[in-house]
């Protein structure tokens, strides 16, 4: 004989993934890293949009990425909030992994695209010059393409391919919400290949510059060794910068991600938020440093647009200052009075 009782079922106690006061440290650096995020991209694009700059295909592909790394930094405040204010829901999770992997996945795009420009302009000069440089139409096609497939990919997970053996957590992030296989995809079309693609573009552009350097001081008649270094200098230089930014930035983010789907090892998970996804973060903030302060003529265009700015601010509070001062009538200096009694 069976017997009934009605136990209460006990209520699902939802404990933070990691410490609170980690998670506090954490979010106090990620908001500084978005604040330096916001400033960075929004001035590249103010300046590219202002001035003559966006009449060139390479700037097309830089607004690009400067939206990209601001949907990123704003994703990371969307994360932070939902986290001190006890947001613990499924469909917040989910809705929040995919739109920070489609804003980093047009992040990657992007700069996959400044470097397939770039090693145009360099491989082939005479047609960047006359055919694609100033005709912006295939820039903005393959922005268009970038971002569409980006929200695509991004979306993969709300078609089903997630793990339906969601455990609530307080901290919202990717294992919890992606499954193995599109862990390991993620990893190799958004870290791996692209990395390949990078080496490809800028070594093969990195050969072409010393080759040329080399013709130029073989045609200068100069033979030491000095002015062979120096006009090569600065390629070696931006291309350490380039491969370094992507591989110390996203390296340890997705390696280690990679590891803990392939290990299942818990331990993984305080490492990977902690540390990690803040150095992954940084890369939206370094992009404007590496993508666009970097490059000399991005630097010039800066310049006389600051310059321009500057004179119209200052134009502007001395007309408003000539503007008060008839309104009031005050055209000269203060006329002294004398009091009678």
Request: with cysteine.
């Amino acid at each position: 004989m069976s017997v009934i009782t009605n136990a209460t079922v006990p209520p699902i106690i939802v404990k933070p993934c990691i410490a609170d006061r980690e998670a506090t440290i954490i979010a106090c650096i990620v908001s500084v890293l978005t604040a330096i995020i916001f400033i960075g991209n929004i001035t590249v694009i103010v300046v590219i949009l202002r001035t003559q700059a966006k009449q060139h295909s390479g700037y097309i592909f830089t607004l690009s990425l400067a939206m990209a790394d601001i949907f990123v930094g704003f994703m990371c405040l969307v994360h932070i909030g939902l986290y001190f204010a006890d947001v613990i829901s499924t469909t917040w999770c989910l809705w929040e992994v995919v739109l920070f992997v489609s804003s980093c996945s047009a992040s990657v795009s992007s700069i996959l695209c400044i470097a397939f420009d770039r090693y145009l302009a360099i491989m082939k000069p005479i047609l960047y010059n006359t055919r694609i440089r100033e005709h912006t139409g295939y820039a903005k096609t393959a922005v268009a393409i970038v971002w569409i497939l980006s929200i695509a990919y991004g979306s993969l997970p709300l078609f089903g391919w997630r793990t339906f053996s969601f455990v609530p957590c307080k901290h919202c992030w990717f294992a919890t919400i992606l499954p193995r296989s599109f862990v390991i995809t993620l990893f190799a079309t958004q870290f791996i290949i692209p990395l390949c693609i990078l080496v490809f573009f800028y070594g093969s552009m990195l050969h072409v510059s010393m080759r040329q350097a080399n013709q130029i001081a073989d045609l200068a008649g100069s033979f030491s060794a000095p002015s062979r270094w120096e006009p090569r200098k600065r390629a070696v230089i931006t291309l350490s910068l380039i491969m370094g930014c992507f591989f110390v930035t996203w390296g340890p983010f997705f390696v280690t991600l990679f590891t803990h789907m392939i290990t299942e090892n818990p331990n993984f998970r305080v490492v990977l938020h902690s540390y990690f996804f803040i150095l992954a973060i940084s890369n939206s903030c370094l992009n404007p440093l590496v993508y666009a302060y970097w490059n000399r003529e991005f630097r010039r265009i800066f310049s006389q647009w600051f310059i321009q700015e500057g004179r119209k601010i200052r134009h502007s509070l001395t007309s408003r200052r000539r503007t008060i001062t008839f309104i009031s009538g005050d055209y000269g200096s203060p006329s002294k009075t004398t009091s009678t009694q």
